[in-house]
């Protein structure tokens, strides 16, 4: 179990910030930035006086988030609680402020805290821009991987998508990429961080801040199926969003954060079924825990990569829509693990298809 931290700002009745408001020698004042000219009298994290930004020049404040033997970072990482890591909410705004600059100091501290108390703990920040010096090997172990996985998959996979409120905030539709055009971006993002950084990052198809994958493909199963195949299939650690196995819709990122129907009427439960096919294949393989990238073909509407470890390979074949294609320069297939049948290094479907294969 993970536990979620926000170290960028705080709430508005958090007594920190109240202690703050009703005397001007309170020791907590020093947690925050102060400004005359703003018309709550202190800074919030994008101007909202409802958050509060936290300044981590005070060393009483470090000494109470990570730095003090029973601080928070610390405190629930030990017995009796043992979270196993920690997501760090606005990660890449936290100690940054105007011309100020002190994110490394602070994810170096939230880092050694989380190595004295548990030193297989994970450490990831959400992240939605992409600074290769967050990710040195230092600091956080990953990331949230939008720009790395996410924003390229609904590139190439978004088919009559039905969300509002833009793309990732930027006011237009989400872009049409070819399977060229979105493997480049996933080396891009992934050529200029450690190996170590890449697989220990979280990939997403969605998350509460976004639409629905549901509704960024139209509905349209057999590419939900294919984005959840290079959900589980691709290096890194894979992310589902509650109640995307189940069919869940959302235009918008308030709009996704649905209650789980438990009476289960409303579950896609062939989705939910061809899922669990595919974690059970995940949980089985070291080649996908384990093993390198390589990737085999790349064309506009398909692609397949191999993964490839000591003890197993696999290949992987990911098409948006139907498809008839010579797989060429791999082994030959021992067993299919999911998908068509490759018959003779030929890949054949009639839609939008995933296939797994090990190889010999």
Same mark, same amino acid.
């Given at each position: 179990?993970?536990?979620?931290?926000?170290?960028?700002?705080?709430?508005?009745?958090? #007594?920190?910030?109240?202690?703050? %408001?009703?005397?001007?020698?309170?020791? =907590?004042?020093? /947690? @925050?930035?102060?400004?005359? !000219?703003?018309?709550?009298?202190?800074?919030?994290?994008?101007?909202?006086?409802?958050?509060?930004?936290?300044?981590?020049?005070?060393?009483?404040?470090?000494?109470?988030?990570?730095?003090?033997?029973?601080?928070?970072?610390?405190?629930?990482?030990?017995?009796?609680?043992?979270?196993?890591?920690?997501?760090?909410?606005?990660?890449?705004?936290?100690?940054?402020?105007?011309?100020?600059?002190?994110?490394?100091?602070?994810?170096?501290?939230?880092?050694?805290?989380?190595?004295?108390?548990?030193?297989?703990?994970?450490?990831?920040?959400?992240?939605?821009?992409?600074?290769?010096?967050?990710?040195?090997?230092?600091?956080?172990?990953?990331?949230?991987?939008?720009?790395?996985?996410? #924003?390229?998959?609904?590139?190439? %996979?978004?088919?009559?998508?039905?969300? =509002?409120?833009? /793309? @990732?905030?930027?006011?237009? !539709?989400?872009?049409?990429?070819?399977?060229?055009?979105?493997?480049?971006?996933?080396?891009e993002f992934s050529s200029t961080i450690p190996w170590r950084n890449f697989v220990s990052s979280m990939l997403l198809?969605?998350?509460?801040?976004?639409?629905?994958?549901?509704?960024?493909?139209?509905?349209?199963?057999?590419?939900?199926?294919?984005?959840?195949?290079?959900?589980?299939?691709?290096?890194?650690?894979?992310?589902?969003?509650?109640?995307?196995?189940?069919?869940?819709?959302?235009?918008?990122?308030?709009?996704?954060?649905?209650?789980?129907?438990?009476?289960?009427?409303?579950?896609?439960?062939?989705?939910?079924?061809?899922?669990?096919?595919?974690?059970?294949?995940?949980?089985?393989?070291?080649?996908?825990?384990?093993?390198? %990238?390589?990737?085999?073909?790349?064309?506009?509407?398909?692609?397949?990569?191999?993964?490839? !470890?000591?003890?197993?390979?696999?290949?992987?074949?990911?098409?948006?829509?139907?498809?008839?294609?010579?797989?060429?320069?791999?082994?030959?297939?021992?067993?299919?693990?999911?998908?068509?049948?490759?018959?003779?290094?030929?890949?054949?479907?009639?839609s939008a298809s995933l296939g797994i294969y090990r190889l010999l």
């Open positions: 179990m993970m536990g979620d931290l926000t170290t960028n700002h705080c709430g508005r009745e958090h #007594r920190w910030l109240q202690r703050s %408001l009703k005397s001007k020698k309170a020791k =907590e004042r020093e /947690f @925050f930035y102060w400004d005359k !000219s703003v018309k709550h009298g202190y800074e919030g994290w994008w101007g909202l006086a409802s958050l509060p930004k936290l300044n981590y020049n005070s060393k009483k404040l470090r000494e109470l988030m990570y730095e003090g033997k029973n601080s928070i970072v610390k405190k629930w990482l030990k017995k009796p609680y043992n979270l196993s890591g920690w997501r760090i909410d606005v990660g890449n705004m936290t100690g940054r402020y105007k011309g100020e600059d002190i994110n490394g100091e602070v994810i170096a501290g939230v880092r050694k805290a989380l190595q004295e108390s548990n030193s297989q703990a994970w450490l990831v920040a959400e992240n939605a821009d992409h600074f290769p010096s967050d990710l040195d090997g230092f600091g956080w172990h990953g990331t949230m991987n939008y720009n790395g996985f996410m #924003r390229p998959i609904w590139g190439w %996979l978004n088919h009559r998508a039905e969300v =509002e409120k833009a /793309f @990732f905030g930027v006011p237009v !539709s989400i872009p049409r990429f070819t399977a060229g055009e979105m493997v480049s971006a996933m080396k198809l969605d998350s509460h801040d976004t639409a629905r994958f549901r509704n960024v493909v139209g509905r349209d199963i057999k590419r939900h199926i294919a984005g959840m195949g290079l959900l589980l299939t691709y290096p890194g650690v894979p992310s589902i969003y509650a109640g995307d196995e189940l069919g869940v819709e959302g235009q918008w990122g308030e709009d996704g954060r649905r209650t789980i129907d438990w009476s289960r009427q409303s579950w896609d439960h062939e989705f939910l079924s061809e899922v669990s096919k595919l974690i059970k294949i995940r949980r089985q393989s070291h080649a996908l825990a384990q093993g390198g %990238l390589r990737w085999i073909l790349i064309e506009d509407d398909l692609l397949a990569f191999e993964r490839e !470890s000591k003890r197993e390979k696999l290949l992987v074949v990911v098409s948006r829509s139907a498809q008839k294609c010579k797989i060429e320069g791999i082994d030959e297939v021992k067993q299919r693990l999911y998908g068509p049948e490759l018959k003779g290094q030929i890949y054949k479907s009639d």
